[in-house]
Protein backbone atom coordinates (compact mmCIF):
# COMPACT_ATOMS: atom_id res chain seq x y z
CA UNK A 1 0.00 0.00 0.00
CA UNK A 2 1.33 3.57 -0.91
CA UNK A 3 2.18 5.28 2.28
CA UNK A 4 3.99 8.87 2.93
CA UNK A 5 4.99 9.54 6.35
CA UNK A 6 6.18 13.06 7.47
CA UNK A 7 8.62 13.70 10.46
CA UNK A 8 8.24 16.04 12.82
CA UNK A 9 4.62 16.24 13.44
CA UNK A 10 5.26 20.16 14.49
CA UNK A 11 8.15 22.23 14.70
CA UNK A 12 9.05 25.18 16.75
CA UNK A 13 12.29 27.36 15.22
CA UNK A 14 13.66 30.68 16.45
CA UNK A 15 13.49 33.33 13.54
CA UNK A 16 17.11 32.43 11.21
CA UNK A 17 17.79 28.89 12.65
CA UNK A 18 17.75 26.51 9.65
CA UNK A 19 16.05 23.25 9.69
CA UNK A 20 15.08 20.48 7.40
CA UNK A 21 11.50 18.57 7.67
CA UNK A 22 11.39 14.99 6.24
CA UNK A 23 8.97 13.00 3.64
CA UNK A 24 9.22 9.36 4.01
CA UNK A 25 7.67 7.26 1.44
CA UNK A 26 6.82 3.96 -0.30
CA UNK A 27 5.29 3.63 -3.01
CA UNK A 28 4.83 1.16 -6.22
CA UNK A 29 6.37 3.47 -9.17
CA UNK A 30 7.04 6.95 -8.05
CA UNK A 31 5.95 9.56 -10.80
CA UNK A 32 6.37 12.11 -8.54
CA UNK A 33 6.48 13.59 -5.02
CA UNK A 34 5.11 16.98 -4.56
CA UNK A 35 5.22 19.48 -1.89
CA UNK A 36 2.51 21.97 -0.38
CA UNK A 37 2.53 25.00 1.83
CA UNK A 38 -0.78 25.41 3.36
CA UNK A 39 -1.88 28.40 5.98
CA UNK A 40 -4.53 28.05 8.23
CA UNK A 41 -8.16 28.06 6.61
CA UNK A 42 -6.75 27.71 3.31
CA UNK A 43 -6.23 24.95 0.50
CA UNK A 44 -2.77 24.11 -0.03
CA UNK A 45 -0.46 25.82 -2.18
CA UNK A 46 1.65 24.18 -4.73
CA UNK A 47 5.81 24.52 -3.49
CA UNK A 48 7.79 21.82 -5.55
CA UNK A 49 7.67 18.64 -7.64
CA UNK A 50 10.25 16.38 -7.81
CA UNK A 51 10.64 13.46 -10.19
CA UNK A 52 14.30 11.38 -9.78
CA UNK A 53 16.28 10.67 -6.85
CA UNK A 54 19.05 12.85 -6.67
CA UNK A 55 16.74 15.96 -7.91
CA UNK A 56 16.86 19.38 -6.14
CA UNK A 57 14.59 22.33 -6.39
CA UNK A 58 14.67 25.58 -4.59
CA UNK A 59 12.40 28.28 -3.89
CA UNK A 60 13.42 31.47 -1.78
CA UNK A 61 14.50 29.77 1.23
CA UNK A 62 13.05 26.20 0.51
CA UNK A 63 15.45 23.76 -0.85
CA UNK A 64 13.71 20.24 -1.30
CA UNK A 65 16.22 17.19 -2.35
CA UNK A 66 14.81 13.43 -3.32
CA UNK A 67 16.62 10.16 -2.81
CA UNK A 68 14.53 6.96 -3.11
CA UNK A 69 12.95 6.62 -0.09
CA UNK A 70 12.53 10.40 1.36
CA UNK A 71 12.96 13.39 0.33
CA UNK A 72 13.83 16.76 2.74
CA UNK A 73 12.10 20.36 2.48
CA UNK A 74 15.31 22.28 4.19
CA UNK A 75 14.37 26.21 5.45
CA UNK A 76 17.22 28.16 5.20
CA UNK A 77 17.24 31.15 8.01
CA UNK A 78 13.21 30.98 8.66
CA UNK A 79 11.33 33.75 8.95
CA UNK A 80 7.89 34.46 10.37
CA UNK A 81 5.82 34.10 7.47
CA UNK A 82 7.28 30.61 6.65
CA UNK A 83 5.06 29.45 9.57
CA UNK A 84 2.49 27.22 7.85
CA UNK A 85 1.89 23.50 7.51
CA UNK A 86 3.69 21.72 4.68
CA UNK A 87 2.61 18.59 3.02
CA UNK A 88 3.88 16.22 1.14
CA UNK A 89 2.63 14.05 -1.35
CA UNK A 90 3.83 11.51 -3.74
CA UNK A 91 2.07 10.05 -7.21
CA UNK A 92 2.45 6.44 -7.95
CA UNK A 93 0.71 4.89 -11.09
CA UNK A 94 -2.46 6.19 -10.60
CA UNK A 95 -3.60 9.86 -11.18
CA UNK A 96 -4.22 10.48 -7.13
CA UNK A 97 -1.87 12.02 -4.86
CA UNK A 98 -1.40 10.38 -1.53
CA UNK A 99 -0.38 12.72 1.39
CA UNK A 100 1.50 12.73 4.36
CA UNK A 101 -0.69 14.01 7.85
CA UNK A 102 1.74 17.28 6.90
CA UNK A 103 4.62 19.39 9.68
CA UNK A 104 3.30 22.13 11.53
CA UNK A 105 6.12 24.48 11.31
CA UNK A 106 5.96 27.71 13.55
CA UNK A 107 8.34 30.22 13.30
CA UNK A 108 8.91 32.92 16.28
CA UNK A 109 10.80 36.27 15.59
CA UNK B 1 -6.87 35.20 -12.85
CA UNK B 2 -8.74 33.74 -10.77
CA UNK B 3 -8.54 30.82 -8.59
CA UNK B 4 -10.47 27.87 -8.02
CA UNK B 5 -13.76 28.79 -6.19
CA UNK B 6 -15.01 26.23 -3.57
CA UNK B 7 -18.83 27.11 -2.30
CA UNK B 8 -19.93 27.93 0.38
CA UNK B 9 -17.25 28.39 2.51
CA UNK B 10 -19.08 26.91 5.56
CA UNK B 11 -21.53 24.38 5.77
CA UNK B 12 -23.61 23.09 9.11
CA UNK B 13 -26.18 20.18 8.85
CA UNK B 14 -27.35 17.86 10.48
CA UNK B 15 -26.79 13.61 10.60
CA UNK B 16 -28.87 12.26 7.99
CA UNK B 17 -29.62 14.66 5.80
CA UNK B 18 -27.33 15.52 2.31
CA UNK B 19 -25.25 18.11 0.95
CA UNK B 20 -23.54 19.27 -2.52
CA UNK B 21 -20.47 21.29 -2.76
CA UNK B 22 -19.41 23.24 -6.06
CA UNK B 23 -16.03 23.89 -6.87
CA UNK B 24 -15.56 25.98 -10.05
CA UNK B 25 -12.09 25.27 -11.92
CA UNK B 26 -9.43 27.71 -13.17
CA UNK B 27 -10.54 28.43 -16.56
CA UNK B 28 -8.97 26.07 -18.96
CA UNK B 29 -8.58 23.13 -16.53
CA UNK B 30 -10.56 20.51 -17.36
CA UNK B 31 -9.78 18.15 -14.36
CA UNK B 32 -11.08 18.61 -11.13
CA UNK B 33 -10.45 16.43 -8.19
CA UNK B 34 -11.89 16.54 -4.54
CA UNK B 35 -10.23 15.92 -1.42
CA UNK B 36 -11.54 15.23 2.12
CA UNK B 37 -8.98 16.63 4.82
CA UNK B 38 -9.38 15.64 8.72
CA UNK B 39 -6.68 16.51 11.56
CA UNK B 40 -6.66 12.06 12.20
CA UNK B 41 -6.19 11.53 8.18
CA UNK B 42 -4.89 13.91 6.79
CA UNK B 43 -6.18 14.43 2.81
CA UNK B 44 -7.71 11.84 1.23
CA UNK B 45 -8.43 11.72 -2.42
CA UNK B 46 -12.07 11.13 -3.27
CA UNK B 47 -12.71 11.24 -6.78
CA UNK B 48 -11.04 12.83 -9.97
CA UNK B 49 -13.03 13.96 -13.36
CA UNK B 50 -11.59 14.86 -16.37
CA UNK B 51 -13.98 16.02 -19.31
CA UNK B 52 -17.59 15.07 -17.56
CA UNK B 53 -15.78 11.34 -16.93
CA UNK B 54 -14.50 9.76 -13.27
CA UNK B 55 -11.31 8.95 -14.37
CA UNK B 56 -10.62 8.07 -10.41
CA UNK B 57 -11.98 7.41 -7.74
CA UNK B 58 -10.69 6.58 -4.00
CA UNK B 59 -11.88 4.51 -0.74
CA UNK B 60 -15.53 6.26 -0.03
CA UNK B 61 -18.55 4.55 0.82
CA UNK B 62 -21.01 5.41 -2.42
CA UNK B 63 -23.34 7.89 0.20
CA UNK B 64 -20.59 10.16 -1.75
CA UNK B 65 -20.67 10.95 -5.55
CA UNK B 66 -19.50 13.76 -7.77
CA UNK B 67 -19.96 14.82 -11.04
CA UNK B 68 -18.80 17.21 -13.96
CA UNK B 69 -20.65 19.54 -15.92
CA UNK B 70 -19.55 20.78 -19.63
CA UNK B 71 -18.16 23.95 -18.65
CA UNK B 72 -15.53 21.68 -16.01
CA UNK B 73 -17.76 22.85 -13.01
CA UNK B 74 -18.03 19.88 -10.52
CA UNK B 75 -20.40 19.21 -7.66
CA UNK B 76 -19.95 16.46 -5.24
CA UNK B 77 -22.62 15.35 -3.03
CA UNK B 78 -22.81 13.36 0.23
CA UNK B 79 -25.99 11.57 1.31
CA UNK B 80 -27.53 10.18 4.33
CA UNK B 81 -24.65 12.37 6.50
CA UNK B 82 -22.82 10.92 9.58
CA UNK B 83 -20.64 12.86 12.08
CA UNK B 84 -17.29 11.41 10.94
CA UNK B 85 -18.05 12.96 7.24
CA UNK B 86 -17.12 16.97 9.34
CA UNK B 87 -14.03 17.87 7.18
CA UNK B 88 -12.61 20.09 4.68
CA UNK B 89 -13.23 19.28 1.48
CA UNK B 90 -11.18 20.53 -0.90
CA UNK B 91 -11.09 20.71 -4.48
CA UNK B 92 -8.07 21.13 -7.01
CA UNK B 93 -8.24 21.57 -10.61
CA UNK B 94 -5.57 20.59 -13.31
CA UNK B 95 -5.24 21.78 -17.52
CA UNK B 96 -4.47 18.29 -17.99
CA UNK B 97 -5.36 14.69 -16.76
CA UNK B 98 -3.84 15.01 -12.76
CA UNK B 99 -0.98 16.83 -11.35
CA UNK B 100 2.02 14.85 -12.57
CA UNK B 101 2.59 17.71 -15.69
CA UNK B 102 0.63 20.80 -14.88
CA UNK B 103 0.55 20.45 -11.26
CA UNK B 104 -2.90 20.92 -8.94
CA UNK B 105 -3.98 24.24 -7.79
CA UNK B 106 -6.34 23.61 -4.74
CA UNK B 107 -9.43 26.00 -3.67
CA UNK B 108 -9.75 27.09 -0.08
CA UNK B 109 -12.52 24.19 0.54
CA UNK B 110 -15.59 24.10 2.32
CA UNK B 111 -16.26 23.57 5.85
CA UNK B 112 -18.79 21.05 6.32
CA UNK B 113 -20.00 20.79 9.85
CA UNK B 114 -22.55 18.00 10.79
CA UNK B 115 -24.35 18.06 14.23
Known amino acids: EDQVTQSPEALRLQEGESSSLNCSYTVSGLRGLFWYRQDPGKGPEFLFTLYSAGEEKEKERLKATLTKKESFLHITAPKPEDSATYLC??????????FGTGTRLLVSP | KAGVTQTPRYLIKTRGQQVTLSCSPI?????VSWYQQTPGQGLQFLFEYFSETQRNKGNFPGRFSGRQFSNSRSEMNVSTLELGDSALYLC??????????????FGSGTRLTVV
Open chain 1, 89 to 98: AVLPGFQKLV
Open chain 2, 27 to 31: SGHRS
Open chain 2, 92 to 105: ASSRGTGPINYGYT
